[in-house]
């Protein structure tokens, strides 16, 4: 039964990819729909060709557009989706670890297969494209580009991701239906073998191909920035002026260049072993180990693929509301590309524990020591900004605060990891969840709400519930620290991740441990609330809230911090032609004046 039902979803797959691509041959000439270059890369397309036409209205735009935000609020809303998800996997967990014994899933299959969907979905589904929906929404406004370089490959990137969502959650839809699937992939999101090629639920074959989908769209819009970057930016716009976001947007896609691909080679070997009996990672092949090297050759410089493009939003979003210039812009630069190029080599510090030879170990946690420094010059040139500068806590500048409060903590434990002692003793513990989720969901995610905030307006045309929004940074914040910090106590007390119970444990007294993972699930449903509070403010808000009608919402222009994206926005609001026919309410930007009415 199981061959049987791999044998057709091989064909239903073969005749999807087939439809495709004719599809695909029976479009237009899409060079014709390449808009011609704003910058001084010159123009890619033919000016005859160049056509501008209304948008449909509806669902078809939405399906059709290859207009660079339009993508970018698609990215976002896929983002968002992908987040509930993993929120929602991450919070039945917790709630399963509040006591020691099962009592909340029906088995420990359910609960591995819910860590692996939380880890694979909030790394590929959620901080990938969410940080691809502010590269595509702003890099061409910041650059002064038309578009994209590339505007239908950026469409084809944005649409390769759906599906890839769907395979890799197929086996929570499909498993009540069949016999061959007992539930999701069961792997971790590491997908070690030899338990992902032994285990035979065909949920790891759907995940791996639903990866690869999503691989190769990193990859094309990763050529796409790059290509963007590179020729599209306006005449006044070179190389000394061009702003920190971008910086790290084409450091990150150089990363992905150089690391999605191996991690496809990999899944595709994986997907073999699994299937045509190839011995790739057998013993008597390449060895476990050898997927180790792959996977983490992609593996840790997909954490800077994360962390960069958030360390640019910070860079790029506190100044404004310091009221003075990022401190030290050329060395912000450059430490960027130092973690571009030194994040390839410090993958082995995950394997210290293998067995692998200790002089190589020795080099990688020297690397891995070494790019420590990078980082701490972000943070010291960060918190130079905020000193004696004009501070406005309004809720972007509370979450870049968030940001890099969480970013120490998340940094400093993880120098601790990159000692070979040290790693020895806290390896696979909740320690390194505590660490990497401190950074994952302290740092990165906060330094995109950050941009989310600041940039709402520009992208909805109306503005948030300050109250709303203050009420999400600090349950954020707590949430955030009660449940990582809580981990890392477990840490060091050995507590071993990956366990969905813990009543015959053998380390440290069980009612510690048992009051750590309470506090953590205590952390994990203020987080929860923060995000429905979040969710509920940009939704309403965007329906809602009062428009606004000023081109300079955060008033900029009095520190002088008003930037080029801001100017495209008051020049669009300037050619709006208005259909309400009367003035609406005066928008207030977060931490401004209030107008009599809020007062009242």
């Not at 947007?249 to 009996?277: E, W």
Request: aromatic share 14%; glycine share 10%.
């Amino acid at each position: 039964m199981a061959i049987e039902g791999q044998i057709a979803l091989t064909v239903l797959m073969g005749a999807l990819l087939v439809g495709v691509a004719v599809w695909l041959t029976r479009l237009e000439d899409w060079r014709s729909y390449t808009p011609l270059a704003g910058g001084a890369g010159g123009a890619i397309g033919d000016e005859s060709a160049h056509v501008h036409e209304e948008k449909p209205a509806g669902i078809i735009r939405w399906l059709t557009t290859v207009d660079h935000k339009d993508i970018g609020i698609l990215y976002g809303t896929y983002a968002l989706i992908a987040f509930v998800w993993g929120g929602l996997a991450a919070v039945l967990m917790r709630a399963e670890l509040a006591t020691a014994s099962l009592s909340l899933l029906n088995n420990t299959q359910v609960y591995n297969a819910l860590l692996t969907s939380h880890g694979i979905t909030m790394l590929f589904l959620f901080g990938t494209p969410i940080l691809a929906a502010f590269s595509n929404y702003f890099i061409p406004l910041l650059i002064d580009a038309d578009d994209m370089a590339f505007p239908r490959i950026n469409a084809i990137a944005f649409w390769l991701l759906p599906p890839g969502a769907i395979l890799i959650w197929a086996g929570f839809f499909v498993a009540p239906f069949t016999e061959a699937m007992t539930t999701g992939a069961a792997t971790s999101w590491t997908m070690y073998p030899p338990l992902s090629v032994e285990q035979t639920n065909p949920s790891v074959d759907l995940m791996l191909l639903g990866l690869h989908l999503t691989g190769v769209s990193a990859t094309m819009g990763a050529i796409n920035f790059i290509a963007t970057i590179f020729s599209e930016r306006g005449e006044d716009v070179g190389w000394s002026n061009l702003d920190i976001f971008s910086w790290t947007v084409l450091t990150q896609s150089g990363l992905i260049l150089f690391a999605f691909p191996l991690l496809g080679s990999a899944i595709i070997m994986l997907l073999l072993d699994r299937n045509f009996s190839t011995v790739f990672f057998a013993v008597e092949g390449g060895g476990t180990i050898l997927w180790q090297h792959l996977f983490w050759f992609f593996g840790h410089p997909e954490v800077y693929i994360l962390v960069l493009p958030p360390m640019g939003i910070v860079s790029y979003v506190l100044p404004k509301f310091a009221g003075r210039k990022l401190f030290g812009f050329k060395f912000v630069v450059y430490s960027t590309l130092a973690i571009g190029v030194l994040s390839f080599g410090v993958w082995a510090h995950h394997m210290f524990t293998t067995g692998i030879d200790p002089r190589l170990r020795a080099s990688f946690m020297a690397v891995s020591l070494a790019i420590a420094i990078p980082s701490a010059v972000k943070t010291f040139n960060w918190i130079t900004t905020l000193w004696n500068g004009s501070l406005r806590l309004n809720t972007p500048m509370l979450f870049c605060i968030g940001f890099i409060s969480n970013f120490i903590i998340g940094g400093v434990t993880g120098v601790f990891l990159a000692a070979i002692p040290v790693d020895l003793v806290l390896h696979d513990t909740y320690y390194v969840v505590g660490h990497f989720h401190y950074v994952v969901m302290g740092a990165i995610a906060f330094a995109g709400f950050a941009g989310i905030y600041y940039w709402y307006p520009m992208y909805t045309g109306r503005m948030y519930q300050r109250t709303l929004a203050k009420w999400h940074f600090w349950l954020s914040m707590i949430g955030t620290n009660l449940t990582f910090f809580a981990m890392i106590i477990l840490g060091y007390a050995g507590f071993t991740r990956r366990y969905a119970t813990y009543d015959g444990l053998t380390v440290g007294p069980v009612e510690v441990i048992t009051a750590m993972h309470q506090a953590a699930t205590l952390g994990a449903f203020l987080l929860l609330i923060g995000q429905i509070i979040w969710v509920w403010n940009m939704v309403s808000s965007w329906i809602d809230g009062p428009k606004v009608e000023d081109g300079d919402p955060w008033n900029l222009a009095e520190t002088n911090m008003k930037s080029r994206e801001w100017a495209w926005f008051e020049r669009k609001l300037d050619t709006t032609i208005a259909t309400d026919g009367g003035a609406e309410e005066e928008p207030l930007a977060d931490g401004g004046e209030p107008t009599e009415s809020e007062e009242s």
